[in-house]
């Protein structure tokens, strides 16, 4: 059993985590919420593209009041994101929001936080305390800062409890990979609430993908992570297929292709291995096709190091030779090769 199937249940009528529950996907949407017309649609988007859940910035009146709209538009359970006002909070809830993210660290008065929870535990809403290292109270103590990110949300935790709340989920958020795997993994020995993963402001393309992989892999692996947001400078679709392609790699999704391309070497027989390989990938999502498929440039080598994979192509000069399992199916023309594989993808 790993560590993620002994965190405790916490859920709520829309919303489980914990314990065997799959991990969820999530992002946050990009718009200001009062705009709720692209909220909806945004929402819906990344819904439709593998969202278990999204969250919504709640900065005003006019951001809170929308929630019940948004709510009759879409399927998937919505977070509020509440920074400093509690009243926000509060009216979140009100409006049938199925999960708050508060940092208790900017919501500092005892009383204005036991209203929240007073409010939560009447609508049955799960809250996220969300501690994130660039907004921590100045008195917590710790030998680093992975240590401080912990003792703040174990404080918080004890204090939600002494007030009967326990439909709690924790996020540890750190820009720095090693120190979110730090924060999390010595949390996880302390506490059995589920955990939301993430790096918080990781960055852009490639920076920000790379930077989370790195904190979040060893964590996933070592099976620690109930819901997973990965933060890029992007648009939340772009976050969400981040998600599914880490957690497929890691046997956590099942729904996603698996494609493997060569790197290409002085054997390459072919010049559009990265072309073949994007499309094949692009067919495979839209058609939901979740079988192993190569792309390989040469015949020479191509077919033995693409064994593994369902279907395969592999370049040879002026054709390409399409194979299943390591054997060779036919060879066709160049210009056919990715009618005929997608035939094969289909068939298989
Ligand atoms: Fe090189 Fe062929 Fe291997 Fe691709 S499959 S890396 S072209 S030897």
Redesign the pocket.
Known sequence: MTIREQTKLVKNKSLSFGKSNKILIQSMCDFKTSDTKNVIKQINECAKNGADLMRISILDDDDVNTIKIIKKHVKIPLVADIHLDYKLAIKAIDNGIDKIRINPGNITKKSELINILNEAKKYDTIIRIGVNSGSMPKNIKGKNEATKIVNAALQYIKFFEKNDFFKIVVSLKSSNPITTYEAYSLFSKKSKYPLHIGVTESGFDEIGIIRSVAGLSPLLISGIGNTIRISLTHNPIKEIETCKRLLHDLNLYKNYPTII?????????VNN?KELAEKTLNYCVKNKKYITVAI???????IG??KNADIGL??ANDSYVIFKHGKILKTIKAKDALKSLYEEIDNF
Do not use: L
């Open positions: 391309s060569c790197p290409t070497c002085g054997r390459c027989m291995t390989m440039g040469c015949v020479i080598n191509g190091e693409g592999a370049g």
